[in-house]
């Protein structure tokens, strides 16, 4: 069974930053694509970036470009999300998923995912 679990929210002040973790377990994932997705109160489920497991190649939401990066530990079946340069509007719940194949901004295409964590930035 496929489990993703998301840790490393938290409260930060605007322009400082946060790492976000996934775990990913319960199969190999080659040929995914782990992606990130963010929710806001009252907002629809937003694309972040993703990154092909097997290669690392990444891909990002304009909204983030230059601020965020993508990485993963492949030994430990982790993938990252660094948050630099944060503002107020980065506050959502940020969503760890995996889609097999190639990357995909639309969350409808993911198959797994995991239970979010809170990332608040204040003014």
């Known amino acids: 069974q496929v489990q993703l679990v998301e840790s490393g929210g938290g409260l930060v002040q605007a322009g400082g930053s946060l790492r976000l973790s996934c775990a990913a377990s319960?199969?190999?994932?080659?040929?995914?694509?782990m992606g990130w997705f963010r929710q806001a109160p009252g907002k629809e489920r937003e694309f972040v970036g993703t990154?092909?497991?097997?290669?690392?190649?990444?891909y990002y939401a304009d909204s983030v470009k230059g601020r965020f990066t993508i990485s993963r530990d492949n030994a430990k079946n982790t993938v990252f999300l660094q948050m630099n340069s944060l503002k107020p509007e980065d506050t959502a719940v940020y969503y760890c998923?995996?889609?097999?194949?190639?990357?995909?901004?639309?969350?409808?295409?993911?198959?797994?995912w995991g239970q979010g964590t809170q990332v608040t930035v204040s003014s």
């Open positions: 319960g199969r190999t994932f080659d040929g995914y694509t």
């Open positions: 998923a995996a889609r097999r194949g190639t990357p995909s901004p639309r969350h409808v295409e993911y198959e797994y």
């Open positions: 990154i092909r497991w097997s290669s690392g190649s990444t």
